[in-house]
């Protein structure tokens, strides 16, 4: 009895397993809406079979771009790419494990409200360089996050001015500066802070001096006291930047990161 | 009664037998929403088609150094100080569990996305999990690796054994039940040869190894993804390059859209703009990323072997020194020029080897054939339009694997891993 049962539940599986390898290769051409794919016998679909190539396969696009890309004005090379290996030892060194020992000691509930509660203080920078920049859509909005975010989310622990569909838009005095033409300047790698210009540079000390005499909720002139705020302030923003060193993963980092550094700043400005 | 349902079972197992052949995925059912191969692997899956997974600070997880070739801290450059020794990442469970070892594809490190989103799927699935960078890659290459010339796949095989072996003896206290071993890409033809290494030194008599996307014919891999930088891209002319062409489209999707906001939905919605990306312009961008790797593999092996071809032996580099003029002459060094130039020569030289088609025989799964066909502890999942594969190689894996090979007619290469019809597949392969 056992061994008939046996068999019909082998019968029964086999014909699972029949139906599950069923496989009409037809419907992957119709599913594809866009082009007509040749599928050969074996199944395979060829993708390079649609693209367009020069005919002499011998174009030099990639090179051209890239030689083109490399080239971003760094008078102060070698000293950059000093200060680009220090900052990658006192990454692994001294910020990562301080961000990990924070990361575990403190819950993540915590966390969330320690970076809201600064990104909410740099949305005074923002504001007033978005006014500077004559956006006035992007000013109201950074104004009503300012205000929801320091009344309804006491003192900026929340964030309800995101889920209200205002999200963050970061503004600096770097980015105004470009709004008006000033050029990046020669690159700069500042140490701890990171990959910068001296037009960057510029807009952060502005930026920094601003934020102190503004002196908003109190927090800058607290902070002159109680430098841990400041500590707090370092490994937040640490935590919350997801770059890593060495995570590229090239020997040719330094100049990646510049080119991407470069790249992105010009995007914010343009946007 | 009896003997013709005798009859009817042996009727069944001889259909069964003939049906014996690959698992192909039909698209209708699959439902894997990219059906351009390109953009998946660009995009790879929607996020909210995504298995959920646990978060980084839910994992018991620490990255570990090994010290594999000592004499190289004193002949790498200052500079290389970074990949001196060998680092990993181990995601440990509390208790007893078997281990996967993870590997990473062309040029990847340990860390890469792939490997970091493997981690959590097995991790989840209660497994120890160490992830491995791929043979290829700059730190694998430097701290590692024997002859710093990747690409003979037998070698990198057994660089990668020392480092799983040596994985072991640092974490010889960690409970492990057995060990099971999977890669993508590049890593999953490693793995193969990883695992017919095994069967003879017999250090971890791997339970089950999976393929995930390998290359079939590696020099039909590169030559296409050496290719892919050859498309006719629309928009590119004297002065736009192909770059500022891309970084012309992105600026004009945010300022359409009036913010910036990098998240994971960015890359479906950008499709969806009127800046989407045509399929040359994409087919460009992945062949661009390969070059990159391309460039620092060629880079890497030069200066370690002191070839002399893009680096003089013996010049001089500190932390100070520029390596752009390096930068510049590897670039124009793609798989085919690495392969020429560098593994070729090597390998003559140490094998007394002959023609390319030799050595591409000896380093694709060709040369593993009869092992694979007869162990059915190795499967492997492909995709019907990856990019690294060529007329055949689909055939070829058919013939050799059986029912063993998962054909799934989308996810272009390696887009579709993230897909949770894939993770399922993948951990039930695991579960056995």
Known sequence: MVNRLLLVTALLASGCALAEEVAPRASVVEADKTETLTVEADGFVDPLRELKFNPGLDQREFERSTLAALNIYDPLESLNRRIYHFNYRFDQWVFLPVVDGYRYVTPGFVRTGVSNFFN???????????????????????TARLMFNTIIGVGGLWDPATKMGLPRQSEDFGQTLGFYGVPDGPYLMLPILGPSNLRDTTGLVVDYVGEKEINYLNVPDTASDHPELTVLRAVDKRYTTNFRYGQTNSPFEYEKLRYVYTQARKLQIAE | MLRSLRLAALLGGLLLAAAASARDIDAASYGYPLT???????????????PTLPSDDDIDQADYSLTLRPEREFTLPDNFWSVKKLRYRLAKQDHEAPLIFLIAGTGAPYSSSINEYLKKLFYQAGYHVVQLS??????????ASRFATPGVTSEDAKDLYRVMQAVRAQQAHLPVSEYYLTGYSLGALDAAFVSKLDETRKSFNFKRVLLLNPPVNLYTSITNLDKLVQTR????????????????????????????????ALLYDFQKSRQHLSNEQMAMLIGTSFRFSAADIAFTSDLINRRGLIIPPKFPITEGSSLEPFFKRALQCDFDCYLTEQVIPMWRARTDGNSLLQLVDQVSLYALEDYLRASPKIAVMHNADDVILGPGDIGFLRRVFGERLTLYPHGGHCGNLNYRVNSDAMLEFFRG
Do not use: C, H
Request: charged share 25%; hydrophobic share 35%.
């Open chain 1, 120 to 142: 909410n203080l740099g949305d005074v920078p923002n504001l007033f360089n978005s006014v500077l920049q004559l956006k006035p859509k992007r000013s109201a909005e950074i």
């Open chain 2, 36 to 50: 351009n191969p390109f953009e998946a692997t660009i995009a790879t899956t929607p996020p909210e088609q995504r």
């Open chain 2, 134 to 143: 791929s043979p290829t890659s700059w730190d694998f290459m430097s701290a």
């Open chain 2, 233 to 264: 891209v629309k928009g590119i002319d004297r002065s736009t390059t192909f770059y500022e062409l891309m970084l012309e489209k992105l600026t004009r999707y945010f300022q359409d859209k009036g913010y910036i906001d990098l998240n994971e």
